[in-house]
C-alpha cells in the first residue's frame, strides 16, 4: 500500500492520451528546432555573407559615378541608389529572419586557400560556413541580374503605352476624359 492510496486529491490527476499527445506533440524534436540548420536556412547564410559585399560593390560604383564627368551619370547614380535600396532592404529582412530563427552570424571569417569560412551559431549549435571565392564572384553576379531585372521591369512599367499617354496628355493625367 502507497502512501497516495487513501489520499482523494490524487483521483483527480489521471493523465488522459489525448493530454499525452498534445506533450509528446509540443517536446518532439522537429528539424527547425534541433541545432543543425536546413537547406533553406543555409541559402539565407550564404545570402547574408553575399548581401554585404553586393554592399560594397555597388557604394563603390557609385563613388566613382559620382567623380565621372559623364552625361548619364545621374541616372546611373539613381539606378544604384535604387539597387543599393533593394539590397539593404533584402539584408535586412534576412537579418530578421535569421533572428527570429536563432540562427546568429559571427563576425569573424578566415580564408584558407581560397575559401572564406564564416561562423554561426544555430540554434546552441557552432558551425563555419565556407565558401569557395569563385562561387562568391558568381553568385554575386547572379543576385545583380536578379536585382536589375526587377528594376528594369519596373522602369518598362512606367514606358509602357498607357504610362506614355498619360504623361503627354494632361487631362488624362488629371483624370477627366
Known sequence: MSKLDGNDRWN????????????????????KTSGHPTADELR?????????HMLTMVQRAMEEGERSGNLLSRVTLAGAQVLLNLITRDLHELRRELSSRRIRL???????????????????????????????RSEISMQLARYMGEITRHLRQLDSKEAREARRSPVAAKGTP
Open 44 to 52: 539565407m547564410i550564404r545570402d547574408v555573407i553575399v548581401l554585404p
Open 106 to 136: 559571427l563576425n569573424s571569417d578566415e580564408q584558407v586557400d581560397l575559401v572564406i569560412y564564416h561562423r554561426y551559431v544555430c540554434r546552441g549549435y557552432e558551425e563555419r560556413f565556407g565558401i569557395v571565392r569563385e562561387v562568391l
Open 12 to 31: 483527480s490527476k489521471l493523465l488522459l492520451t489525448e493530454h499525452h499527445e498534445q506533450y509528446e506533440e509540443e517536446h518532439a524534436v522537429s528539424p
